[in-house]
């Protein structure tokens, strides 16, 4: 059974280095400070992007005709405790036309909230919620962010590394 419909074992060239990607390409075209860092692993491009830039990154891979990330399929966190900046919030973007899959990356502290991309994808509502509630990580701009999994008189935020394991008492 050929594998070619996938984009891991697609037939198409892959760029020799991460920033020869046409997706990173593109964006760098758009806007140079766009994008601050990133790679390609394993067929996936993985981008990272500046906080402040992050709504206007996400509308131009949604709306630009030859990108259409039309799909955010997750939104997530992950604690980085010690370093800093301590949360790494990352977004799984797709595009249905393509079968492409975009990983964005943004870096934040506890007290530094990351703006909403719900006007944008409206399914990043509960993912944000989510992530706010099992990590503590803000985001302006939210219709309705309180808590989505923990009860609403739960103390802290259970995903943090530094959260103790038994609990508050």
């Known amino acids: 059974m050929p594998l070619d419909h996938l984009p891991i074992f697609s037939a198409q060239p892959v760029a020799a280095k991460p920033a020869d990607h046409p997706v990173w390409q593109r964006l760098l075209d758009w806007n140079p400070e766009a994008v601050v860092g990133g790679k390609f692993d394993r067929g996936e491009l993985t981008l990272t992007v500046t906080a402040a830039l992050l709504p206007a990154v996400a509308e131009y891979l949604r709306d630009d005709s030859q990108l259409r990330f039309d799909l955010l399929a997750d939104l997530t966190a992950v604690d980085r405790l010690p370093n800093h900046p301590r949360f790494e919030v990352n977004y799984h973007l797709y ?39 099992l990590f503590g990580v803000r985001f302006s701009g939210h219709p309705f962010l309180r808590r989505i999994l923990m009860p609403d008189n739960w103390e802290g935020h259970p995903m943090r590394k530094d959260y103790p394991v038994e609990g508050y008492r």
Not at 95 to 100: A, D, M, N, P, T
Not at 114 to 131: C, D, F, K, L, Q
């Open 95 to 133: 595009c249905l036309s393509r079968h492409e899959w975009l990983r964005l990356k943004v870096w934040t502290e506890p007290e530094q909230p990351i703006p909403s991309v719900t006007g944008i994808w409206p399914a990043a509502n509960w993912h944000e919620r989510e992530v706010w509630d």
